[in-house]
T-cell receptor, first 109, second 113 residues
Framework: QQPVQSPQAVILREGEDAVINCSSS?????VHWYRQKHGEAPVFLMI?????EQKGHEKISASFNEKKQQSSLYLTASQLSYSGTYFC??????????FGSGTQLTVLP | ETGVTQTPRHLVMGMTNKKSLKCEQH?????MYWYKQSAKKPLELMFV???????ENNSVPSRFSPECPNSSHLFLHLHTLQPEDSALYLC????????????FGDGTRLSIL
């Protein structure tokens, strides 16, 4: 069963912060985050494994709450280059990824 | 340059045609994947290959036939497709299967007439 992402879309100004959530109805082993720009390949951002760790990648970080079976992606002081569609992919015991429908992020100048 | 190259980038075909999509990875990875990406739908995993052996087939119709002749190349053979098969087909690779970052190609945009 695919994870649920929220919000579906968000528009913000350069320098503002955003949070994208990814929730699953089943126990999770890992959460993967990808960003895809229009007409381009999805690009890997980070993987979080069960254990509630938080990871960071420049001004983009994420947390994984295995009890709540959810992950959140934090974009701080957003830049124009952050625009794109963000996907979370989750895996349970089978280890294969199931992706959410994506969150379209638009950063305006 | 993502390290994963897909050809062709665009393909238009009739429902009775036979065509193939090609994927090549230059990353030395052992696992390769085919995904289908339709508008406003999540990425759908179609096939997974590990060291040239198919390890996953997610109930994909037989009109899609994958082939992995070696760990660097992956094909998706298409025949007698339906209009609902129109989508972006993405290839990805990773070092191994399981919890690994996946590197995606730019995809082939397929349109069925």
């Amino acid at each position: 069963q695919q994870p649920v992402q929220s919000p579906q879309a968000v528009i913000l100004r350069e320098g503002e912060d955003a949070v994208i959530n990814c929730s699953s109805s089943k126990a999770l082993y890992s959460v993967h985050w990808y960003r895809q720009k229009h007409g381009e390949a999805p690009v890997f951002l980070m993987i979080l494994l069960k254990g509630g760790e938080q990871k960071g990648h420049e001004k983009i970080s994420a947390s994984f709450n295995e009890k709540k079976q959810q992950s959140s992606l934090y974009l701080t002081a957003s830049q124009l280059s952050y625009s794109g569609t963000y996907f979370c992919g989750t895996s349970g015991s089978a280890r294969q990824l199931t992706f959410g429908s994506g969150t379209q992020l638009t950063v305006l100048p | 340059e993502t390290g994963v190259t897909q050809t062709p980038r665009h393909l238009v075909m009739g429902m009775t045609n036979k065509k193939s999509l090609k994927c090549e990875q230059h990353l030395g990875h052992n696992a390769m994947y085919w995904y289908k990406q339709s508008a406003k739908k999540p990425l759908e995993l179609m096939f997974v290959y590990s060291l040239e052996e198919r390890v996953e087939n997610n109930s994909v119709p037989s009109r899609f036939s994958p082939e992995c002749p070696n760990s660097s190349h992956l094909f998706l053979h298409l025949h007698t497709l339906q209009p609902e098969d129109s989508a972006l087909y993405l290839c990805a690779s990773s070092q191994e299967t399981g919890v690994q970052p996946q590197h995606f190609g730019d995809g082939t945009r397929l349109s069925i007439l």
